[in-house]
């Protein structure tokens, strides 16, 4: 069946462009698909133009503050205007990165058995609000971070954020301070955590509660560094697998199948326990062991180069196809 949907994108986040060439992709595919699209830029005009509109739902292809930290789904449960994606109390809480570990062990402590409960783990972490070193001294605590999380390389990183703006690997003790400095230019809270090396990993999730899937993963190989802002932005500088590569996942077929699902199960435990709905997005590293959540994505990039779309590729499903099947779930939701 053909709508009328409105793709919002854009927005004033520090990630603006990513998500732009995000909307402009999700405008293409389903206009391919046979529906009236209005691609509209998130200005002062919005909530003007949706009323004027009255599109039959809204697929949010924003990234950062005000798309992912639930204001716009906030808005649109106003407007009641049916939208894919998590409830803007799930966008809200965890869009601060800080909250996963909590949401998970209270999952665990509530749900009925199943086979993903107990899949996840994360690194060991603090989180530190910018108004502590500012107004509290805290910069002269941090010669206890080693006591929390062990001598080995840190991650710092804004607890709310995306695109890896902000992240920094910390190899010295003595460069955690500039680190937390570039950080608190993205956000008023730092998380400070062991780094994992590893395979890095992003799981796509489809669906809601029992009901939710596993999309392929992808393995993600920066040429140099780590996955950052910049190879993000430029696909030259990472190689991806999907699915991946056996020889990352263990040195035989049984290692390998372990493993693989012991990444799908916990990316599914963080769906799940998170109440994720329609899609997520779960990046991790497999350290050789464990499956190590870094963050999750209510809002999955989906340039023609993003991780989402890339597994939705290899899987049974066309990106259109699986785009027209959460509108068709949002508009029946209402």
Not at 194 to 220: D, H, S
Request: glycine share 8%; net charge negative.
């Amino acid at each position: 069946m053909s709508y009328k949907l409105a793709v919002l994108m854009g927005g004033s986040s520090f990630e603006r462009e990513f998500s732009l060439k995000s909307g402009r992709h999700v405008t293409e595919t389903l206009r391919a698909q046979g529906h009236e699209v209005l691609p509209l830029d998130t200005d002062a005009n919005l909530v003007e133009t949706l009323r004027a509109q009255n599109v039959n739902a809204v697929y949010i292809a924003l990234h950062g503050k005000g798309g992912e930290d639930g204001t716009i789904q906030a808005l649109l449960e106003y407007l009641n205007i049916p939208y894919v994606g998590s409830c803007s109390h799930v966008s809200r809480t965890f869009w601060n990165k800080s909250s996963l570990p909590h949401a998970v062990l209270t999952y665990r402590q509530n749900a009925v058995d199943g086979p993903e409960k107990g899949a996840a783990f994360w690194p060991k972490n603090v989180s530190l609000a910018a108004i502590s070193f500012k107004d509290m001294g805290a910069v002269a605590a941090l010669d206890l971070i080693p006591k929390h999380l062990g001598s080995g390389p840190l991650a710092v990183k804004p607890a709310r954020g995306g695109s890896a703006m902000g992240v920094n690997r910390v190899d010295n003790q003595k460069d955690v301070g500039a680190a937390i400095l570039n950080a608190f230019s993205f956000d008023t809270a730092v998380i400070i955590e062991q780094w994992i090396e590893g395979i890095e990993l992003a799981v796509g999730v489809v669906g809601n509660g029992n009901e939710a899937a596993i999309l392929p993963p992808v393995e993600i190989v920066p040429k140099r560094g780590f996955f950052d802002t910049e190879a993000r932005q430029n696909a030259d500088l990472v190689d991806y697998y999907c699915p991946p590569r056996s020889k990352s996942l263990g040195s035989d077929k049984a290692e390998q199948d372990r493993a693989l699902k012991a990444i799908e199960l916990a990316a599914l435990e963080v769906h799940k326990a998170l109440g994720c709905r329609d899609l997520s997005r779960i990046d991790m590293i497999w350290d050789g062991t464990k499956p190590y959540v870094l963050e999750v994505n209510v809002s999955p990039g989906m340039t023609e180069h993003s991780l989402f779309p890339m597994a939705s590729a290899v899987s049974s499903t066309s990106l259109g196809e699986l785009l027209d099947s959460l509108l068709e779930t949002a508009i029946n939701r209402g």
